[in-house]
């Protein structure tokens, strides 16, 4: 009597120029085959076996490195958005805040290393270069503390001060719809997609209310406008919109930075 079973031929691949037999092949049993024991099914080599797992663990450790750089991008744009559009980036500010404070105690410490070769000026220079930047780039209470910085006469050099007198100058204003959020919110209007103008037009007379401010500070801005009741022209103040949540934040990051300033130069000095 004759058997005739199929017989499936797995023929090798090929990764890189080395050939691979597929490992299926091996763990076939010799009797499904009809093959007798005495039969010796060939074996493939065991660099093209060691070749074969070192490909499928980099497949493995490449595809896991992907899902993680995945999920951290997708977590951090997340936070991002989160942060910009609701707590009027805080997050970004204090970090920018922290990260300027290490760079110029980083700075100290190369300075130190300098000896006599370092420039002592330059160096306060570049300090104060880098805070101005933070604090034109976080803008409210720290603008403030550059106006704060540039009053300090007896302790700071002129031409550090110079630097910091630029907070004199008018600070960047905010734009109509969040000024007319603010006034909403103050006077209890109702939340409707009305125009800045139609909430301007509700608590003043009509067109009253000029468009630019004519003045901006770090906290607050000043537009004119005349009281529906007298026709008065009065001079509105409005707080900017991202104070009241940005400022107790602010205060501290700065106070704990300012502090932990003095510990981290000396640390770094050692």
């Keep these: 009597m004759v058997i005739i079973k199929p017989f499936r031929l797995v023929l090798p691949s090929r990764v890189n120029g080395v050939c691979l037999y597929n490992s299926r092949c091996l763990l076939s049993s010799r009797s499904a085959l009809g093959f007798h024991s005495s039969t010796k099914l060939p074996h493939p080599p065991r660099g093209a076996l060691a ?22 991008s997708v977590l951090i744009f997340g936070i991002y958005i989160y942060d910009r559009q609701y707590k009027y980036s805080t997050l970004i500010r204090n970090l920018r805040a922290v990260s300027t404070f290490a760079v110029v105690a980083v700075d100290s410490k190369i300075q130190r290393l300098l000896g006599e070769h370092g420039n002592e000026k330059l160096l306060r220079e570049r300090s104060a270069e880098r805070f101005v930047k933070m604090f034109q780039a976080n803008g409210g209470i720290y603008q403030k503390i550059g106006q704060s910085i540039a009053l300090q006469s007896t302790t ?38 009305s125009s800045p103008e139609a909430v301007f037009d509700s608590l003043f007379v009509p067109g009253s209310f000029e468009s630019k401010p004519i003045g901006s500070a770090s906290v607050a801005q000043v537009h004119r406008a005349r009281l529906k009741d007298t026709g008065d022209e009065v001079a509105v103040k409005i707080q900017k919109p991202a104070i009241a949540q940005q400022i107790s934040w602010d205060l501290w990051v700065f106070a704990y930075a300012v502090q932990s300033l003095d510990y981290l130069v000396s640390f770094l000095v050692r």
């Design 156 to 193: 700071i050099s002129p031409e550090i001060r110079a630097k910091f007198a630029i907070f004199y100058d008018e600070c960047p204003s905010v734009s109509l719809t969040e000024i007319a959020g603010v006034l909403r919110e103050d006077f209890d209007l109702p939340n409707t997609n």
């Design 51 to 72: 070749a074969h797992n070192i490909v499928q663990n980099t497949k493995k450790r490449t595809s896991r490195r992907r899902g993680f750089l995945l999920s951290a």
